[in-house]
């Protein structure tokens, strides 16, 4: 089983940067596509990006060009590394598979943009 634990979150100006972070447990991490998801107030919990264990990725339209998810499997780790945020980017962020278990959901990590 995994567990997934999300941080980096903040409060950040539009057009400045945040890292965030999912450390992972488990055996097998390796072999799971990874994604990160985010829910915003009022709104349904979409998809920002997703990467393979081979570490293709895609991302959500809103994203592309600011946003890059990465992993390091050595350290059962997903980064999201997100620059020239816009306030449309405030949400809550989770980490999960691509496709998501149902399980793993967590507190995620709140990214709030504003001036």
């Known amino acids: 089983q995994v567990q997934l634990v999300e941080s980096g979150g903040g409060l950040v100006q539009p057009g400045g940067s945040l890292r965030l972070s999912c450390a992972a447990s488990g055996s097998i991490f390796r072999l799971y596509a990874m994604g990160w998801y985010r829910q915003a107030p009022g709104k349904q919990r979409e998809l920002v990006a997703v990467i393979t264990p081979s570490g293709n990725t895609n991302y959500v339209d809103s994203v592309k060009g600011r946003f890059t998810i990465s992993r390091d499997n050595a350290k059962n780790t997903v980064y999201l590394q997100m620059n020239r945020v816009k306030p449309e980017d405030t949400a809550v962020y989770y980490c999960?598979?691509?496709?998501?278990?149902?399980?793993?959901w967590g507190q995620g990590t709140q990214v709030t943009v504003s001036s």
């Open positions: 999960n598979g691509g496709p998501p278990s149902r399980g793993y």
